[in-house]
């Protein structure tokens, strides 16, 4: 499962066994922000809204895929939105198949991040979410995090660390990514997927 650098490895421990007490149950230790995951307002602004304050119809909801596939500067330009057909309310789900170097130090040194006129331009678009195939909607070593208090603090939520998006062969399509309702959590994980019409 893919994490920020720095943070501490999941843990997971049988706590019990179907052999020896008849049923299985499991311990996991984690940050939230591993693998698919959602960010709050919280995860970057003091006293900002908690994901389990969000409501679900945030994640999910008509989205439209951005292939940055093409793209050779890893800092996203505005851009690559040129030919997006963007709409007040979209999901906006950016797609670089670097999900598929989950795991790996390329995964990180290769991630792509949103320039400031991007982010910038996603919130004049009065879209609600937006979901990146990379670890980060900022570039890795930044110590600002610009573009994550530029869309957090518009009321945009981020889903970042998609995986499979070269499944989908359509620009919009249905997308669900709900968070786990984690009380006062700055994030929490999503099982997320697509569903095509």
């Not at 990379?134 to 998609?162: A, K, R």
Request: aromatic share 10%; charged share 20%.
């Amino acid at each position: 499962m893919s994490q920020f650098p720095g943070t501490p490895k999941i843990q997971l421990e049988a706590v019990t066994s179907v052999e020896e007490s008849g049923y299985q149950v499991t311990d996991f230790h984690s940050v939230v922000h591993v693998g698919t995951h959602c960010d709050a307002p919280a995860h970057f602004i003091s006293g900002a809204t908690t994901i389990d304050q969000l409501p679900l119809n945030q994640f999910v909801g008509e989205a439209v895929l951005i292939d940055v596939t093409h793209v050779q500067e890893r800092k996203l330009p505005k851009e690559v939105l040129d030919d997006a057909d963007i709409k007040e309310g979209d999901i906006v789900i950016f797609h670089s198949n670097l999900s598929t170097k989950w795991n790996t130090e390329a995964y990180e040194k290769e991630a792509f991040y949103l320039s400031e006129e991007l982010a910038e331009e996603l919130v004049q678009l009065k879209v609600k979410s937006v979901g990146l195939d990379f670890i980060s909607p900022d570039e890795v070593t930044t110590e600002t995090s610009p573009i994550h208090h530029i869309l957090l603090g518009n009321n945009i939520y981020l889903i970042e660390n998609l995986t499979n998006l070269d499944a989908i062969h359509t620009k919009r399509f249905f997308f669900s990514a709900a968070p786990l309702k984690i009380k006062d959590s700055d994030g929490a994980f999503a099982r997320a997927f697509a569903v095509i019409f």
